[in-house]
């Protein structure tokens, strides 16, 4: 379906809905729609709405689209079903998908969950559960297709067509030796073109990229996206056993997720944020960055009282005082932003962050020469005194290099300290350019025009 | 290399520079690092190192490192290339990219990069020429294999093994008629296990995921995501000939821009952004935002001078109103932040605005009544007036309902108007957000206290 089709089927769900009759509704989600867009209408509506939708899914169908659904949404139904019906479904699940839901639900009922699988599934699963979510382990799928070294690929071959299918993405097998080591993979497009006479290890590749099971996801990523990946087997760091193989669509979603936590972060909202959560868990979410957010206002406006008896006397400096403060936010914040999605690509080190600083302060230094002249231009007409015009050009210079030097150095030492730059960087910068801007203009009023 | 090895040889490169030596930088940038981390180094090297590390790379080298540069630094380099050099380096790209880069090039040096090909290459090259860049055309790679229906598994097992090599992930055939009409497809797994007596027709998927030429790139990229694919056909819209295929590696690169788009646009930077540009380009670039910003900011401030005999009078207005705007300033880019991502997923639309629209005005005041308390039992107790504490509790509460109206529903105004909100979106709303900030403060505080 083309992307629109979710907006246009999410109308005619509401206009159901509020006809009173679910006979299309039904139709659209138990058959009419595939899974996947099943899970996206759910993940489109309001939480009451969602609930109604998900009860008019039939329990056959409930596994699939379970599978699609976000991790958040989908543990929230989750935690409604009874044992039964989750060992049901969880059927439907990818060892990596089902572990990452489990890590949700109380310890019980994972048990529950557990020994209703063979010994060997419990095993991989247990395994699994045991990595971080945010780890090659967490990623990882144990659905892998391995062969021996010593045999030909005409036994290769035959031995695959002994299978019903192989497991998705599935786009080499994996090499191991008898104490399950991983040796090489075996690409399915080099298999295709090979005499079929000739062994597993003539013509294996050795020099392939292997990912060790406490690799941070993030890096995981940036493996997958520098050596263009469709998949990639997991050892364990010490024994070199493999435990599994992590597919391109997991990789995928790590990288939106790492991609939006910048944006995400620097406004104070969580990736994990549901763009329909109710309203409480919305409201606790928010009110606690405006209360981080009170104390950087308060400490501008404490800067600001120190200047009370130079305001009292010159009224125009109340009124311009916000853009000098505006400014140094903006300019400030397009260098942080620029400098957080280095840092983020590892872009940015030691090497040439003097380089970069360096940058920063000549462009700052350009446009704030710029922007004070048309500024100070401005204000000489509006106020009609010339001594304001300079204070305020001198004031914008000033807040634009303090702006430049927070924007490059604070998301620096924030990582180095082994504080996310991208959650705490604006409100810090935010504080400086207010500071800043407020006392240098109000400061300079006071030397100078007093 | 783990990544933060990038970073290491960054350090590498710069003292070797410092002490003037370049045996070990050729050595890093000719074999001893492969060509994808080359490219990184480059990328995170200011202009004029970039430029002296490009000079130490060895002509037959060349090639396949500017197959991994962003496309931007890519140009710069290919531009200073006689046309001699460009023509064999170009023979390192896959159709795609070097159909992307030639688009940033001369006429001139286009026509004779083509006459120096083959016909077929030349043809396919033209074709994808004629696409935009950011459509699935521009995306797409003619290195297809294509088969017949009406063969056995055996003929096409033996087809693919006079090939010496298939194409980069290829996880599919492409079954196509005499016309070269796409009929299914075949994957490489289910070949794989199937008996080799069947015929190409009898196990083809039939329903599979086609993409028409002219489809957005970021629609290519969310049925990607949503159908987990490696690979998908592309056909012409209204002949359903092929024309070629899209890889899931090139569909990351749209992922992650258009990701990133959202986060730089907000900060009025390009997708396209060097974290390392020259000072310039980085000027004129800010200088236009900063500009746009300072509309913004004499709005605020004209508003500010409506109430210039108010201010003169109590002067604690003037050091209280910042908290106000700022406060509404954070309130709504939170919101907008959100609305911004889930139009960006498809998820908004006029069905669900509704309920959006009323969550947040409910959280805005729930957070509204808190903070205005909070903000109030400060006042009162700093300026020890509780005429000032009800105004701007009063104040804070109006700028926080018009933060969630506005960030709301300027986000999806914006969309429908054809104009990218992520863009024009924060620059708006911080006008809003000061405009009636300053003007239900200063307002009230006339009403009420004069």
Known sequence: MSEQDNLNHLQTITESLEAGTTVQIRYLLNGALPAQDVARLLESSPPKERKLLWELIEA???????????????????????????????????????????????????????????AQDRMRLEALLSYSEDSAGGLMNTDTITIRPNITLDIVLRYLRRHSKLPDMTDSLLVVSRSDRLLGILPLTRLLVSDVN???????????????????????????????????????????????????????????????????????????EDTFSPILKTTRRRAVWLGINLVTAFIASYVIGLFQDTLDQVVALAILMPIVASM??????????????????????????????????????????????????????????????????????????????????????????????????????????????FLSFLGLATIFLI
Chains 1, 2 share one sequence.
């Open 60 to 118: 056959k169908n409930e596994g699939e689209v379970l599978q699609y659904l976000s991790e958040e949404i989908g543990v929230q139904f989750l935690k409604d079903m009874d044992t039964e019906r989750l060992i049901a479904v969880s059927e439907h699940f990818e060892s990596d998908d089902l572990a990452d839901l489990l890590q949700h639900l109380p310890e019980t009922i994972v048990k529950e969950v557990l020994a209703s699988m063979t």
């Open 328 to 437: 140094g936010g903006i300019a400030g914040s397009q260098v942080l932003t620029l400098v957080i999605r280095g840092i983020a690509l590892n872009q940015i080190g030691s090497a040439n962050a003097r380089w970069l600083l360096n940058r920063e302060l000549i462009v700052g230094l350009i446009n704030g020469l710029l922007w004070a002249t048309v500024i100070a231009a401005l204000t000489a007409v509006w106020f009609d005194n010339i001594k304001i015009a300079y204070i305020i050009a001198g004031a914008i210079i000033i807040n634009l290099l303090f702006a430049a030097t927070t924007g490059t150095l604070l998301p620096i030492l924030l990582k180095k300290l082994g504080i996310d730059p991208a959650l705490a960087g604006s409100v810090i910068l935010t504080t400086v350019t207010d500071v800043v801007g």
């Open 198 to 272: 000739l062994t597993v290890r003539d013509i294996m590749e050795t020099d392939c990229t292997v990912i060790k099971a406490d690799t941070p996801a993030n890096e995981v990523a940036q493996i997958f996206e520098k050596m263009d990946l469709v998949s990639a087997p997991v050892v364990d760091g010490t024994t070199q056993k493999l435990l599994g193989r992590i597919t391109i669509d997991d990789v995928v979603d790590v990288i939106r997720d790492e991609a939006e936590h910048s944006m995400l972060s620097m406004a104070g909202l969580d990736e994990d």
